[in-house]
C-alpha cells in the first residue's frame, strides 16, 4: 500500500520553462512534506519542505504548493536549468510520530533539455 | 559538525553470501537512524528504523536484519543473501535541522 505517489516516472521540459512535479498521499495523518533531489549513487539532497498549516513555501526557484484537502502537493521549479536534471521524491511524516520515519514516493525523473 | 559516514560504497557479493553494511553518525548521540533501500527503477523504501540502542523497527518483511549495538552505529545485515536484495541501500538519520542521508551502498548481488 503506497502511501505517498509519484505517478509520473518522468518528465522532459525546456529549458527556461517552469517544471511541475506532482505528489499524492493517503495517510491523513502526514502533516509533514518534503521534496529531494537525488544524482545516481548518491543520498538524497533536501530541497525543500512544507507544514500542513502552509498551502505554499518558496525558496529561490522552488515552489511547493499543498492542497490538503486533495492530498495533493506539487514542486514547480522555475525557471528549469539543465543542473536540475535529476530524481526528485516527494516525502511525508506526521509530526505525531515519534520516530520521525520519512515515507517517499517512487519518484520522478526530470530531464531538462538545454 | 555532524556527518553520517557509510561504507563500502559498493559491494558485489554472491547470492547466499552474507552481508554487513555499516553506518556511524558523528557529532550528535542518541540520533533516530534509518536504512533505506532503493531497487532498480523504485523509489526509496524504508527498511528499518531504531529510536536508541538495541530498539529496531521492521517497516517491511525480509531477508535482512538490522542491529544497533552502538549509539551511533547501525548496521544492516543478512545470513544469506538473494538476487532481490540487489540495490542502492542508504542510512539516514535526524536531526532538528531535518534528514540528513549517507553516500550510500550500490550492492549487486550475483
Known amino acids: 500500500d503506497q502511501q505517498v505517489k509519484q505517478n509520473s516516472p518522468s518528465l522532459s521540459v525546456q529549458e527556461g520553462r517552469i517544471s511541475i512535479l506532482n505528489c499524492d498521499y493517503t495517510n491523513s495523518m502526514f502533516d509533514y512534506f518534503l521534496w529531494y533531489k537525488k544524482y545516481p549513487a548518491e543520498g538524497p539532497t533536501f530541497l525543500i519542505s512544507?507544514?500542513?498549516?502552509?498551502d505554499k513555501n518558496e525558496d529561490g526557484r522552488f515552489t511547493v504548493f499543498l492542497n490538503k484537502s486533495a492530498k495533493h502537493l506539487s514542486l514547480h521549479i522555475v525557471p528549469s536549468q539543465p543542473g536540475d536534471s535529476a530524481v526528485y521524491f516527494c516525502?511525508?511524516?506526521?509530526?505525531?510520530?515519534?520516530?520521525?520515519?520519512?515515507?517517499f514516493g517512487s519518484g520522478t525523473r526530470l530531464l531538462v533539455r538545454p | 559538525s555532524q556527518t553520517i559516514h557509510q561504507w563500502p560504497a559498493t559491494l558485489v557479493q554472491p547470492v547466499g553470501s552474507p552481508l554487513s553494511l555499516e553506518c556511524t553518525v558523528e557529532?550528535?548521540?542518541?540520533?533516530?537512524l534509518y536504512w533505506y533501500r532503493q531497487a532498480a527503477g523504485r523509489g526509496l523504501q524504508l527498511l528499518f528504523y531504531s529510536v536508541g540502542i538495541g530498539q529496531i523497527s521492521s517497516e517491511v518483511p525480509q531477508n535482512l536484519s538490522a542491529s544497533r549495538p552502538q549509539d551511533r552505529q547501525f548496521i544492516l545485515s543478512s545470513k544469506k543473501l538473494l538476487l532481490s536484495d540487489s540495490g542502492f541501500y542508504l542510512c539516514?538519520?535526524?536531526?532538528?535541522?531535518?534528514?540528513?542521508f549517507g553516500s550510500g551502498t550500490r550492492l549487486t548481488v550475483v
Open positions: 557529532g550528535t548521540s542518541n540520533p533516530n
Open positions: 516525502a511525508a511524516s506526521a509530526v505525531t510520530d515519534s520516530s520521525y520515519k520519512l515515507i
Open positions: 512544507i507544514s500542513s498549516i502552509k
Open positions: 539516514a538519520w535526524v536531526s532538528n535541522y531535518g534528514y540528513t
